[in-house]
């Protein structure tokens, strides 16, 4: 007898370890789920199991799989929530065995007619994802002329622990993928030039053609000008377009960091690399990256990148195995690099090797065509962003904007649409929705005091000459020297205070 029970032991043991295998190897759920009943019978030693869920809209049970041929024909059948033993145990969450259904009040024969399968016994378990029933799953005729029993209703409770996990993790699996795919799709129209005016249709013809080879490219523009958007066209156009892009801001790194960053580290290389860490090279394989801010990388970063693009290969901090990589380099910077090599801070040699194609996108003020095309492509953006209809620009509007030398590029033109669309009153823009002024007079004149072009001087003392020829331009109107600058009213604030400049002024 107590071999007899250790065979079943085992028996149980390995259809549960494979079920369990099932789980962990199976991504297609349907298929997890059938395998999942087929165990449930031989487990049981049931003659069908089926899996019915909660439709929360019409408050009714539908199949979603059962052991046997009818499964097809299963899935048309919905039940009444309450309705039935399957009814109840959805309805109260409760378990429930029964040995006769035949001498069972909840029983509803219509459902067993219905099923066109002869019921006998039942044991039906909720399924139950964080807290909530969504569903039961059951197991019809004990066979062998006996009911179910305690152990059977908890194995079938511990099989249908394993359902509700399976389809909690399908049900994140696709809320992640739609969501990724929705970011993925976000971040296509964010980065998809937008222009008409000659200047800039030239350097749409330059992407379009240099997107076809791996040269390396160098971009070139002011602050806000769309040098990213670029960026990702050219990758977008190219025949690495299904591979990474990857993008790499040097700016924002500390050099120890950016080094992990992008040439990677092998486990143990510094205190703290607790394990191996694949660069942005590596993880760029056959598609692209994009180093921004490229100005700001240190020397001795830019030595080691002068190798990755001459010998096409990485090496990890802590490895002398260097592993080759195929990588298409973008890189793009708003500072003057040939002033850089001349104060030393920039290798010529490595400005050579990123210059072979160089792309520099002409400020907003100089191609003043395309405001118009820009400003009605932001107000459709932020009218679906903001749930708000918009209809566009009123005539002095663009008018304003159009007279407008945005210093602040194509980023200033968008935040101040977005802006305009959240606050906007009327169904068309108004002028007073942007807090600009006119073009400012020619260079030379009093208001037009630019932030001298000194090396000699602080940052600090930089950014105060900065921040008060910005609040001379703009007529000392706080709020426009805050979107220009893009810092916040109470950071203007508090600088101002630090100048000793009266803050109510
Ligand atoms: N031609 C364009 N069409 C559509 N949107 C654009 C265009 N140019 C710029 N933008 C938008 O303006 C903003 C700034 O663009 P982007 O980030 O590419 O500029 P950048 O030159 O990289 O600026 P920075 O030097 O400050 O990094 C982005 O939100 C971008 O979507
Ligand atoms: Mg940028």
Redesign the pocket.
Known sequence: MAANSRALDHALLRTLLQTGAALTSTLDLDTLLDLIMDSACRILNAGAASLLLIDQETKTLYFKTATGEKREELKHIRLKLGEGIAGWVAKTGRPLIVGDVWNEPKFKREISQKMNYSTQSIVCVPLVVRGRTIGVMEALNKLGGVSFGDEDLEVTSLLAGQVASALDNARQFAVAATASQRLGELLEE??????TSPL?REILTTVAKVAGTRSTVLIR??????????ARAIHRQSKRASRPLVAVNCAALSESLLESELFGHEKGAFTGADRLKKGKFELADSGTIFL??IGCMSPQLQTKLLRVLQEREVDRLGSDRPIPVDVRVIA?T?TDLEAAIRLGRFREDLFYRLNVISIT?PPLRARPE?IPT?AA?FVERYNRETSRSIRGLAPAALDALMRYDFPG???EL?NLIERAVVLEDDDWIQPERFPIGPRPTPAGSASDAGPEPSPMIALAEMERRHILAVLERCGWKKTKACSVLEISRPTLDRKLAGYGVDSSQ
């Open positions: 964010r980065y998809t030039p937008v222009g800039f523009g002011e602050s806000g000008t769309g040098k990213e958007v670029v921004d801010e793009a708003n996108l395309d820009l492509h590029n194509v980023r968008e």
